[in-house]
């Protein structure tokens, strides 16, 4: 697409409507209705027939002009009928998701993973629809991330950890490679040291979209998840890094595993050791990976200072 064809799109698109309209155009419970009843049909496009029923007007008329004010922005007009369009079904997921939002306070559950640092019994809270994952005995973080309320629906203690785990590597796995994981505009890359997060390390990434500016701070190791070379190392003795918390990875909650070798560029080792066997990842610029090697024994670098 070019730049033109882009500017076009984005003019018939959210981007053309103030927020003060979009919001005034569904401040309304009949219209509402429609965009959920189009986001729960089994298929859409659906008739004006058979959305007029499910969406229980006083009366047709009443229906056809809030279908009318709606349609353009959230939802699509075509031969066989409507359909919910992005903004639409924006509108419907922020709903959804604020509905479940019932269990705002969700007691702390008592995880069955020891702390990094000091091997006590890591905590997980929930507050502001964010896990803070924590060790009450040492005050090690392990990290704290958005966790949609929804997500507590129908899970217990572990069924929620571990579907906060996955989401966790999910965002940061979007986030390294460039796409927001809230609107996937692009990602923007920045080593930085010396500044305080959620995490146990001095030395971090940190993401910001140039879109929305959306931000999530990693460790240099959350960046390694999804990397193959890592995933095999694991492999091989016998562990399924995938199904294994992010938070049991003293490489992934803190900077105790890094060295950094130059600044201008960045190049940064991460020895990571697992029953005797160390992987040395080097990395450069934007974390990409430069150089990974296996060695028997433990890692012979020194701690970053
Ligand atoms: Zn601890
Ligand atoms: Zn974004």
Redesign the pocket.
């Given at each position: 697409m070019d730049r033109l064809e882009a500017m076009e799109l984005a003019q018939e698109s959210a981007h053309c409507l103030k927020p003060a309209e979009a919001f005034s155009l569904i401040g309304n419970e009949i219209r509402v209705k429609i965009l959920e009843a189009l986001w729960y049909a089994d298929e859409q496009p659906v008739d004006f027939t058979t959305l007029c029923g499910r969406v229980e007007a006083d009366n047709s008329a009443q229906f056809n002009y809030h279908l009318g004010q709606l349609t353009g922005h959230f939802v699509r007009k075509t031969n066989r009928g409507y359909e919910l369009r992005t903004a639409g079904e924006s509108v419907v997921q922020a709903v959804v998701e604020g509905s479940f939002n019932a269990h705002p306070d969700l007691a702390p559950i008592e995880t069955d993973d020891a702390?990094t640092?000091?091997?006590?019994s890591l905590v997980a809270t929930y507050s502001d629809e964010k896990f803070a994952i924590r060790?009450q005995?040492?005050g090690?973080t392990h990290g704290k991330y958005s966790f949609p309320p929804g997500g507590l629906i129908d899970r217990d203690g572990d069924e929620i950890l571990s579907a906060f785990n996955q989401r966790v590597r999910h965002l940061h796995s979007l986030a390294r490679d460039g796409v927001c994981p809230k609107c996937s505009g692009q990602m923007q890359t920045e080593i930085v040291r010396g500044e305080t997060c959620c995490l146990d390390a001095d030395l971090r990434a940190e993401y910001t979209c140039l879109q929305c500016r959306h931000n999530l701070c990693s460790t240099i190791g959350i960046a390694l998840l999804d990397q193959s070379p890592v995933i095999s190392f694991y492999r091989d003795h016998g562990i399924d890094l995938r199904s294994t918390p992010y938070w049991q990875l003293d490489w992934c909650v803190s900077d105790d595993c890094t060295t950094v070798t130059s600044t201008d560029p960045w190049r940064i080792k991460l020895a990571i050791t697992e029953t005797g066997d160390t992987l040395t990842v080097t990395l450069g610029e934007q974390l990409s990976v430069l150089t990974t090697a296996r060695a028997e024994g433990p890692a012979t670098n020194s701690p970053a200072p």
């Open positions: 702390c640092h000091c091997g006590s060790c005995a040492c090690r």
